[in-house]
């Protein structure tokens, strides 16, 4: 077994997201976030737009919205019609 | 039955999908109610990585590691080493240089304003909301509304952000450009009001009329009057009544190590 099977994208990519949130450009994060919400059923989209909260939100009091989480809730939640029409995910294959 | 099972599969996935929501939003919730508590602990933790990433990238640059793998295997095991011992020694020597100046620069600012110099402890770009860690809170009188100031090394100090909220020792600082955050400022005698773009750039309207003179410190009164940046770039339209004025700042803020806090609320 490869080490870039496609088993360990979705581990892969979800450290990656990790990373992403403490050192890169907030768009690498979301990419990632997307690239895995299209995929898969994700639980990782939510953690990962919590954590980018929980690091750099200054609070509701700035005016501002916890974007990162709503994006997340957004993705998992709004892309789950769409991941169900177009993609053969695993639990279709074996019955 | 077939699709009983994928059906019961299905919902155990879903299942996973609502309790990670559920938990998320949990989380949220008792950050709220603890007063940014959990926030607080992220921050620790996501600085502590940052620090450990970013002196892991300087040892990395600083060796030959980075540099021609087949040429450092063709070495000589001891002189190898020799040389890594020198080249982080460099690097080293190399940051402490970089910090000096820095420091030096405060230390220009901090003979007329009193302050404290802090450690940034996080990175300055990853933030979608425009801000960033300071090594130093409520243990060091670090407080909210607290301004933070970096120089360009010729003396004049800018606010690039300010202190939004504290944790026992971190602070977490919104630059004065963060996206969509406006500003009162003064170009010369024209009154602006600078909306942050991000990355130490704002632009504001001015009348048409108005004189303003590329390279112009422009200052904020709600900042203590201390500047805030430089116009960069005057753009007109004949068809308009107002010019747009580019406002950014002279210093590189990712390569900022220390910033000077001002007591600002106190």
């Known amino acids: 077994m490869s080490f870039l099977s496609v088993a360990n994208v979705r581990p892969a990519l979800g450290l990656l997201g990790l990373f992403c949130a403490v050192i890169a450009a907030p768009w690498v994060t979301l990419l990632v976030m997307i690239i895995l919400a299209l995929r898969y059923r994700a639980w990782e989209v939510l953690v990962l737009g919590l954590l980018v909260d929980l690091l750099w939100f ?7 919205f916890p974007l990162f989480t709503l994006a997340g809730l957004a993705l998992v939640w709004g892309l ?3 991941r169900r029409e177009f993609l053969i995910e ?3 294959l074996v019955y | 039955m077939m699709s009983s099972y994928r059906r019961s599969d299905r919902k155990s996935l879903h299942r996973g999908l609502v309790a990670a929501t559920l938990f998320v939003l949990v989380i949220f919730a008792l950050d709220v109610l603890s007063g940014g508590g959990i926030r607080a602990l992220a921050r620790a933790g996501g600085s502590w990585v940052w620090s450990a990433g970013s002196q892991t990238a300087s040892a990395i640059a600083g060796s030959r590691i980075a540099q021609s793998r087949q040429a450092l295997l063709k070495e000589n095991e001891e002189l190898k080493e020799e040389v890594v011992r020198l080249t982080l020694r460099i690097a080293e020597l190399g940051v402490l240089e970089r910090e000096n100046e820095t420091l030096r620069a405060i230390a220009h600012v901090a003979e007329s304003i009193s302050g404290m110099t802090v450690p940034i402890v ?5 933030s979608p909301y425009g801000t960033f860690m300071v090594g130093a809170g409520r243990g060091e009188s670090v407080a909210v509304g607290d301004l933070v100031v970096a120089s360009s090394g010729e003396g004049g100090g800018f606010v690039i952000g300010r202190v939004s909220e504290v944790s026992a020792h971190s602070s977490l600082v919104t630059q004065v450009f963060a996206p969509d955050v406006s500003t009162e400022a003064v170009a010369g005698d024209v009154p602006l009001v600078a909306l942050g773009q991000g990355g130490g750039n704002a632009r504001a309207q001015a009348p048409r009329a108005a004189t303003i003179s590329l390279g112009e410190a422009v200052l904020s009164p709600s900042f203590r009057g201390l500047p805030i940046g430089v116009v960069g770039s005057v753009s007109q339209d004949p068809s308009s009544a107002y010019q747009t004025v580019y406002i950014g700042l002279p210093l590189n803020l990712t390569a900022l190590t220390f910033v000077y806090v001002i007591p600002f609320s106190r």
């Open chain 1, 58 to 64: 200054p609070g509701l009091s700035q005016g501002v």
């Open chain 1, 80 to 82: 789950a019609p769409l």
């Open chain 1, 90 to 92: 695993k639990e279709d």
């Open chain 2, 122 to 126: 996080s990175s300055v770009r990853s």
